[in-house]
């Protein structure tokens, strides 16, 4: 089956950039939709920003819209997020998932994920 790796994570200060991707291997992601989560320690994991399998639908979470960008590049099997102007409450450790269907429907679809990569904003 098909897995996901996380990499880009490390340390930004506040309005800073970072370029995550998340490479499959051992399979094709290019009819799955693709989503990013993040988790900090003692919370519960928050949805980031999903991506259809085409690219024609992306949906972000209101408090990463305007600042963080989701994309895909299936000929390479690899999505990736943009993360900018970034904030201290963006700290958190980002996984990528890869869903069992076309489009975002519930986290539940989302079968295969990532080992995540640990982001840190701080000044």
């Known amino acids: 089956q098909v897995q996901l790796v996380e990499s880009g994570g490390g340390f930004a200060q506040p309005g800073g950039s970072l370029r995550l991707s998340c490479a499959a291997s051992g399979g094709t992601i290019v009819d799955s939709a693709m989503a990013w989560f993040r988790q900090v320690p003692g919370q519960e994991r928050e949805f980031v920003a999903t991506?259809?399998?085409?690219?024609?639908?992306?949906y972000y979470n209101d408090v990463v819209k305007g600042r963080f960008t989701i994309s895909r590049d299936n000929a390479k099997n690899t999505l990736y997020l943009q993360m900018n102007n970034l904030k201290p409450e963006d700290t958190a450790v980002y996984y990528c998932a890869a869903s069992i269907l076309h489009h975002f429907v519930d986290v539940s679809n989302f079968r295969t994920w990532g080992q995540g990569t640990l982001v840190t904003v701080s000044s």
């Open positions: 991506i259809s399998w085409d690219s024609d639908q992306k």
